[in-house]
């Protein structure tokens, strides 16, 4: 079945560096997802996706999909308390499940 | 536009015992999903409604199942409960027509602990 890989698990990071998660899958995708969780919380979709070589901008955030639509990444400029969290990438499969990547974890040292 | 409702919010059961779940969507999605939450495993995904009937499956035994009515609220039921089980469960909600989805809305989910 579909597999997305994200990675790394976990990433601690001193406040004001920067951080990037990657995903990858084995198959072409459609699009993806990326969503945040906060501890405690549930996920809360930040941006969707679809264009081969997309890369797209939310303030700290840049979202980029790979030309050949396998994989994708989500930086974060000069990290902030307020990004802790764990964010996950989703894609849909053959069946039009939505997969979710196992997540990465982002802890911020003050 | 309420979000996504899930109750209850939690749950302490016995080992043996069922369970049922319930999730009212976003006012207009009719697409349904529920996942379960573990720290080692991440989102799991359980199963999809789309206007009353089961559109996908994940790979869960036969003891998790689901429904949802004519008003796209779902519910999840787990039977003969196991230590394994406690898990944070998520409804997310989406529009979705001729192929074409839109993004999770994810409730709060239900907090269910199997002692």
């Known amino acids: 079945g579909q597999q997305v890989m994200q990675i790394p698990q976990y990433q601690h990071v001193q406040e004001g560096e920067d951080f990037t998660t990657y995903c990858n899958s084995s198959?072409?995708?459609?699009?993806i997802q990326w969503y945040k969780q906060r501890p405690g919380g549930h996920p809360v979709f930040l941006i969707q996706?679809?264009?081969?070589?997309e890369v797209k901008k939310q303030k700290r955030l840049t979202f980029q999909f790979g030309e050949a639509k396998k994989n994708s990444s989500l930086h974060i400029t000069a990290t902030q308390t307020t990004d802790v969290g764990t964010y996950f990438c989703?894609?849909?499969?053959?069946?039009?499940?939505?997969?979710f990547g196992k997540g990465t974890r982002l802890h911020i040292l003050p | 536009k309420a979000g996504v409702t899930q109750t209850p919010r939690y749950l302490i059961k016995t080992r043996g015992q069922q369970v049922t779940l319930s999730c009212s969507p976003i006012?207009?999605?009719?697409?349904v999903s529920w996942y379960q939450q573990t720290p080692g495993q991440g989102l799991q995904f359980l199963f999809e409604?789309?206007?009353?009937?089961?559109?996908n499956k994940g790979n869960f035994p036969g003891r998790f199942s689901g429904r949802q009515f004519s008003n796209s609220r779902s519910e999840m039921n787990v039977s003969t409960l196991e230590l394994g089980d406690s898990a944070l469960y998520l409804c997310?909600?989406?529009?979705?027509?001729?192929?074409?989805?839109?993004?999770?809305?994810f409730g709060q989910g239900t907090r269910l602990t199997v002692v």
């Open positions: 006012s207009g999605h009719r697409s």
């Open positions: 996706l679809v264009k081969s070589g």
């Open positions: 409604y789309f206007s009353e009937t089961q559109r």
């Open positions: 989703a894609v849909g499969n053959r069946d039009d499940k939505i997969i």
């Open positions: 997310a909600s989406s529009w979705y027509s001729a192929g074409l989805r839109g993004e999770a809305f």
């Open positions: 198959t072409t995708l459609s699009n």
